[in-house]
């Protein structure tokens, strides 16, 4: 069973459109993330949700826009998309607890493309 | 805000033999945690090993093994007897104690090879 799953894992898209990516846990894990990996490998967090609440805003342009419906879902929506948000995004979720040494599980990425 | 550096682009190791990662950090919180992460060609991002700053104990996981030292603001992964397996990107990644559901601050990676 997967544990983190994003879809799509690739997404090819025109400059200008709008585009989602969709990430589901099944591990019970109440906090979720998305960081983004740039053409050098460079991982960077954009957001995270805990219990559906945003916590963490890393100054990530307003053309991304984060939605968590559930606990178990974190979807990216990406209006007018640039050359420069080219990139893999991974998804990660972990359980808030009073060990702080949870680790993040992370899905397998998606590897987004703008033509 | 934290920055995590890890000065060795590449690595390479023979088969069977014994390959160190280097990884420092500047902080000036005392109480965080410190995780290596393994990114393989298949891109999936594993962890390694991870690693509590209020344990003076080094973590061992199997054949990988840390090297903390808390003054130095150094964290370095050992890799003993490598494995073909092994081959990948590895990422040292620093979190924020306090909260149990803090960002990881990445470092740029290093990409270790494997020679058979």
């Known amino acids: 069973d997967t544990a983190v799953s994003q879809t799509p894992k690739y997404l090819v898209t025109q400059m200008g459109n709008d585009k989602s990516i969709k990430c589901e846990q099944n591990?019970?894990?109440?906090?979720m993330y998305w960081y983004k990996q740039d053409s050098k490998k460079f991982l960077k967090i954009m957001f995270s949700y805990n219990n559906k609440e945003l916590i963490i805003n890393e100054t990530v342009p307003n053309r991304f826009s984060p939605k968590s419906p559930d606990k178990a879902h974190l979807n990216l929506h990406i209006n007018s998309l640039e050359l420069g948000d080219s990139a893999v995004y991974f998804c990660?979720?972990?359980?808030?607890?009073?060990?702080?040494?949870?680790?993040?599980?992370f899905g397998d990425g998606t590897r987004l493309s703008i033509l | 805000a934290q920055t995590v550096t890890q000065s060795q682009p590449e690595m390479s190791v023979q088969e069977a033999e014994t390959v160190t990662l280097s990884c420092t950090y500047d902080?000036?919180?005392?109480?965080?945690?410190l995780f290596w992460y393994k990114q393989p060609p298949s891109r999936q991002m594993i962890l390694v090993i991870r690693q509590e700053a209020y344990k003076q104990q080094n973590a061992t996981e199997n054949r990988f093994s840390v090297n903390f030292q808390k003054a130095a603001k150094s964290f370095s992964l050992k890799i003993s007897d490598s494995q073909l397996g092994d081959a990948a990107m590895y990422f040292c990644?620093?979190?924020?104690?306090?909260?149990?559901?803090?960002?990881?601050?990445f470092g740029q990676g290093t990409i270790l090879t494997v020679h058979p």
């Open positions: 902080t000036s919180e005392s109480d965080y945690y």
């Open positions: 990660a979720s972990s359980q808030a607890g009073s060990v702080g040494n949870q680790p993040q599980h």
């Open positions: 990644a620093y979190r924020r104690g306090g909260t149990s559901y803090g960002k990881l601050t």
């Open positions: 591990l019970g894990h109440d906090t």
